[in-house]
């Protein structure tokens, strides 16, 4: 029988535990062993209790539960080639010689180098005297397939990662709460949100709440933003609107690459000299992340499961690594490190101030 494992990596994001039951499930459904590693890639070289077979009935009610109930961690070890070994020799230990990964492109790029690896860490491990010849004859490849998990959409290659609608159906009923009282004092509120170097989740938080003015990194306001804002902001007050909601990527930056904070909007917007609004500031934090996901999430992660373990099971030595996209409403297989090298792209054209850039790449993903 085939050894399918499954691990949370990472940060980790509403959907993964949905992840973790889809792959579970199928594995049994394709008739094979479904393994857990638990702890992300610690598990992975820690070996032991960490890696756990799971029986169908393991991962009933996961669905509706928030977060990764098999644990995520970073793990420093995993970076290293000595970890690496370890972490192949828990891997035949075990008899896996299949892995799916849910996690951000750090944990599946680090998965893709230990696929490169894998014949030359059992070669180490023989000649080492670790493991046995005859131990490591079955697993000469190892098969490994991503699924993107995080809050901030901001993986290259596909329309949405899982997590990142859960994460903005938290924003606007946060947003939703803070507008009421707003609304009763007429105050101003500077909302920062989640997201890292990516705009998206303030960008869909500041379309479906109806912000007053939005900052993400991919496409900073001009010179002049300070004026831009406040005229815009005026203007509103102006037509009768008694609450004024600012939403701030924690990413965001100005044209020049200079940090854009919730205390320099919340200043300019409080100036004595100009609105004088009655500011307040909000980082909604971790409520973002926590929490259980809402059903796209729940749909996106079955579906993406399903498809990783007939990916898995259909690989062979040539296939490039891939991960679990969706595009246009359509589950694919997208080959990994060209995904990974576009979304560092952007990282870099954000970098260099070509905004241009940085919002073609990320346009893709809308799109694409
Ligand atoms: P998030 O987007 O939530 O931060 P991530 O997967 O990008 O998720 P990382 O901290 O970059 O988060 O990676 C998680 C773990 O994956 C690391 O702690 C490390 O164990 C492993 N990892 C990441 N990058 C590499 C790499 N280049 N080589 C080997 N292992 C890696």
């Known amino acids: 029988k085939k050894k399918i494992a499954v691990m949370t990596s990472g940060g980790d994001s509403p959907g993964m535990n949905a992840v973790v039951r889809a792959v579970v499930r199928m594995a049994h459904h394709m008739d094979c062993d479904a393994y857990c590693v638990y702890e992300g890639y610690e598990g992975l070289v820690q070996g ?22 098999i644990g995520t961690a970073r793990c420093l070890a995993f970076y290293e080639r000595p970890g690496r070994l370890k972490a192949a020799k828990n891997m035949i230990i075990n008899g896996i010689d299949a892995l799916i990964i849910c996690g951000g492109d750090g944990s599946l790029t680090g998965a893709d180098k230990f696929r ?56 606007c009923e946060m947003v939703d709460y803070i507008e009421a009282t707003a609304s009763s004092h007429s105050r101003a509120f500077v909302i920062e949100v989640m997201g890292r170097h990516c705009g998206w ?11 007053d003015f939005v900052f993400i990194p991919e496409k900073p306001w001009g010179d002049n933003w300070q004026q831009e804002m406040c005229d815009l ?7 009768g609107k008694r609450k004024t909601i600012v939403i701030i990527a924690e990413g965001a930056i100005d044209r020049n690459s200079n940090k854009i904070t919730p205390v320099m909007v919340h200043d300019l917007l409080a100036d004595k000299q100009g609105l004088a609004l009655d500011t307040r500031i909000t980082t909604l934090g971790h409520v973002q992340r926590g929490g259980t996901a ?11 499961g399903v498809e990783a373990v007939k990916a ?13 996209a ?9 080959p990994l490190m060209e995904a990974v090298k576009e979304t560092k ?20 993903e809308f799109t694409d």
């Open 294 to 304: 809402v059903a796209y999430d729940r749909m996106l992660a079955t579906l993406q």
């Open 326 to 334: 969706i595009n246009e409403n359509k589950i694919t297989r997208v």
């Open 116 to 171: 490169d690896e894998w014949p030359g860490l059992l070669k180490e491990l023989v000649d080492a005297k670790e493991l046995d010849a005859k131990d490591i004859e079955p697993y000469k490849h190892l098969n490994i397939v991503g699924l993107v998990g995080s809050i901030d959409n901001d993986m290259s290659g596909t329309d949405a990662t899982i997590g990142c609608y859960s994460a903005l159906a938290r924003i």
């Open 48 to 69: 032991g209790n960490l890696i756990r077979k799971m029986p169908w009935d393991a991962v009933r009610g996961w669905l509706s539960e928030g977060g990764t109930l």
């Open 201 to 211: 989740l303030a960008l869909m938080a500041g379309v479906a709440t109806g912000a």
């Open 345 to 364: 792209e952007v990282a870099t054209a954000i970098k260099a101030q070509d905004f241009n850039k940085a919002m073609g790449l990320r346009d893709t």
């Open 233 to 239: 902001v005026e203007k509103h007050r102006n037509l």
């Open 312 to 324: 898995v099971l259909e690989a062979t030595p040539e296939t490039p690594t891939c991960f679990i």
